[in-house]
């Protein structure tokens, strides 16, 4: 079946560090971009970042820059994401996706189950 799996999420103080993991199966991960997408409650949901295919180039929503970082493992056909200086503001569901195409989401990207990160002291 194809399918990702994210796993990683959970309760974690403002300042802290969490790293989510996204674990694909299915599908021949190393052809395309990876992507993590959040959604906090009363908020649209909200592009984190994307890594290409090769894992060359990378995407960052501003509010994120210079805070998290997304990799690839295409070996190990898994993606991550390391958030460090964690704020409440980041508190969402997050999800990785699997991009049909680079420039823009479509119908027929895939979505994990979602994983919960909570920022709270």
């Known amino acids: 079946q194809v399918q990702l799996v994210e796993s990683g999420g959970g309760l974690v103080q403002p300042g802290g560090s969490l790293r989510l993991s996204c674990a694909a199966s299915g599908f021949t991960f190393s052809n395309y971009a990876m992507s993590w997408y959040r959604q906090a409650p009363g908020k649209e949901r909200e592009l984190v970042a994307i890594i290409s295919a090769t894992g060359r180039n990378t995407n960052y929503a501003n509010s994120v820059k210079g805070r998290f970082t997304i990799s690839r493992d295409n070996t190990k056909n898994t993606a991550y994401l390391q958030m460090n200086s964690l704020k409440s503001e980041d508190t969402a569901v997050y999800y990785c996706?699997?991009?049909?195409?680079?420039?823009?989401?479509?119908?027929?990207?895939?979505w994990g189950q979602g994983t919960q990160v909570t920022v709270s002291s």
């Open positions: 996706v699997k991009r049909a195409a680079w420039v823009a989401p479509t119908r027929d990207d895939l």
